[in-house]
């Protein structure tokens, strides 16, 4: 089977991200652009993760559940699961290393929690674009041992790429690499390469994506499909 898929989506969780991306209108505009696989990847934080759960399940949506993690370097990193709770257990851990600064959303926009109607259901109280208390070493091994996939995201991007911020690429077991649609895949070294829309808004949904011929959507099915074609 093919999977058209865009792995880093924020929903309105995330305070950069536009208030109509709620996981609802994600899942439906998804569908509209021809995608049949996507991931939700807020910014340091899961709370979305349920709500999109349900509405891709009954929308028959093949799904990952996903966040990006800012590290202590101050790089972003995809974190990837094929299953809702790993993924809302390293959502717990990571949340919790935050540093207590509340969110100002009169300067940074809200960060509202919702469900599968889009009601409000509360705010994320503390401000989710903070570096997490993970470094690079250390996060690599929790989602590991979580079994999800790690992929440093936007590795070429001047702001929060693992290269303009650290200068090179970590011999870290990294699963790939996420490339920007205009991205030399030189930059990728040994790893496989993956391309997203990195959306904050709808119309940005599959404006780049990846594309895997698996038999299922899982995690060592991505892997697999990574290492025989990178």
Do not use: W
Not at 24 to 50: K, Q
Not at 63 to 69: A, D, I, R, T
Not at 125 to 142: P, R, T
Not at 167 to 173: A, H
């Amino acid at each position: 089977m093919q999977f058209k898929a865009d792995f880093h989506i924020h929903s309105c969780l995330s305070p950069c991200a536009s208030l109509e991306m709620s996981p609802a209108s994600i899942a439906r505009r998804a569908r509209e652009v021809g995608l049949n696989a996507i991931a939700l990847s807020d910014h340091n934080c899961t709370f979305n993760l349920p709500a999109f759960d349900r509405v891709c399940r009954d929308g028959g949506m093949a799904c990952l559940y996903g966040m990006e993690v800012s590290t202590q370097e101050e790089v972003h990193v995809l974190c990837l699961f094929d299953r809702l709770e790993p993924a809302m257990e390293l959502g717990a851990l990571v949340y919790d290393s935050l540093p207590d600064i509340p969110n100002q959303p009169e300067r940074f926009g809200d960060q509202p929690i919702v469900n599968e109607h889009d009601e409000i259901l509360g705010f994320a109280e503390k401000f989710l674009i903070s570096a997490s208390g993970y470094n690079i070493g250390a996060l690599v091994e929790e989602v590991h041992t979580l079994k999800g996939l790690v992929i440093p995201a936007h590795i070429d991007r001047s702001v929060y790429g693992m290269i303009s911020t650290l200068g090179f690429l970590p011999d870290e077991e990294f699963d790939a690499v996420e490339l920007t649609p205009a991205g030399d895949p030189q930059l990728a070294g040994r790893y496989p390469i993956i391309r997203n829309s990195d959306s904050h808004r709808l119309d940005q949904i599959g404006t780049s994506c990846s594309t895997f011929d698996m038999n299922r959507l899982s995690v060592d099915h991505i892997r697999h499909f990574l290492r025989s074609n990178r």
